[in-house]
Structure formats: structure tokens, C-alpha cells
């Protein structure tokens, strides 16, 4: 059996499913259907009794692709919050309760929890996006990108 530690969490045991080479430097391990295995960690951990911990709490957000800062602006709080929330364990009984109900949205169906996660994702990526303004004909327009544009001396 493979003890998988590489999720992060530390209680998974793997009985198969994974290969073990050898390599120059040391022994190398992949794991056969990855993203299908932290599927299945995902809902046992959301299904499971009990509070989550801080290594369960961090594994399911992760999953989501939210950052601490996304999560915290969907729950109300700081980041700092959720940073302290994911060292501690001592996690708020509602964001317990929101994270494993947006895990299992995620997985179980694509409905209006999973438009948000992905609203809130692209808002993140798009907080230091540039505004650049054309004037066309006595007109102005306007178009939004990812970086910064080049500065022109005047």
C-alpha cells in the first residue's frame, strides 16, 4: 500500500492504482486518475461526520480552485481569517457547512453555486486588469487587458 500524502492530507492509503519507478534520484510514484481519486477524497470528505479539519478544510478548497482570499469574500471574512481558520482547525461551523455544500454542487451537478465559484475566480484574475481607452473619431472606447499596456513618452 502507497501512504498518499501528496493531497495534503494525511490519513489516504492507496491499495492501487499507482506506479513506482525508479529513478536517478530515488524512487518516483504517479497515480493513475489523479483528478478522479481527489474526486473521490473530495466527497468522502464532504459526506463525512464530524467538522472538518484543517488539512480537509485546505484539500476541499483547493479542489474548488478558490484561493484563501476567494473563499473569505464569499464567506464575509478576511483572509487572514481563513489562513488562521486552515493552521488552527478551528473552523466557523457555517464555513464548514458552505464549503462542503459548494464541493458537492461542484461534483454532483453544475448549478448556480458553481456560476458563482466561477464568477468569483474570474473576478480575482481580473482585479489588476488594465483598462485602455481609443479615441476614434471624436469617440471614445475602451477594451480591458490582462496586463499592463506600454507607457508612451508625450
Known amino acids: 500500500m502507497y501512504h498518499y500524502t501528496e493531497s495534503g492530507l494525511d490519513n489516504v492509503w492507496l491499495e492501487n ?3 513506482v519507478k525508479k529513478t536517478p534520484y530515488g524512487k518516483a510514484v ?6 478522479g481519486l481527489h474526486e473521490l477524497l473530495a466527497t ?10 484543517a488539512k480537509e ?15 473569505a469574500r ?10 488562521l481558520w486552515e493552521r488552527t482547525g478551528k473552523i466557523p461551523t457555517a464555513a464548514d457547512v458552505m464549503l462542503r455544500m459548494l464541493v458537492l454542487e461542484r461534483l454532483n451537478g453544475d448549478g448556480k453555486i458553481t456560476e458563482i465559484i ?6 480575482e484574475r481580473l482585479v489588476n486588469q488594465q483598462i485602455v481607452a ?3 473619431n471624436h469617440k471614445w472606447s475602451s477594451k ?4 499592463k499596456p506600454e507607457l508612451m513618452a508625450a
Open 17 to 19: 492504482g499507482y506506479n
Open 30 to 35: 504517479s497515480i493513475d486518475d489523479a483528478d
Open 44 to 53: 468522502e470528505l464532504a459526506n463525512k461526520a464530524g467538522k472538518l479539519k
Open 57 to 71: 478544510f485546505r484539500f476541499l478548497r483547493t479542489m474548488l480552485c478558490l484561493s484563501q482570499q476567494s473563499f
Open 74 to 83: 464569499m464567506h464575509g471574512v478576511t483572509e487572514q481569517a481563513v489562513s
Open 118 to 123: 466561477n464568477r468569483t475566480n474570474t473576478v
Open 134 to 136: 481609443t479615441e476614434t
Open 144 to 147: 480591458a487587458q490582462a496586463e
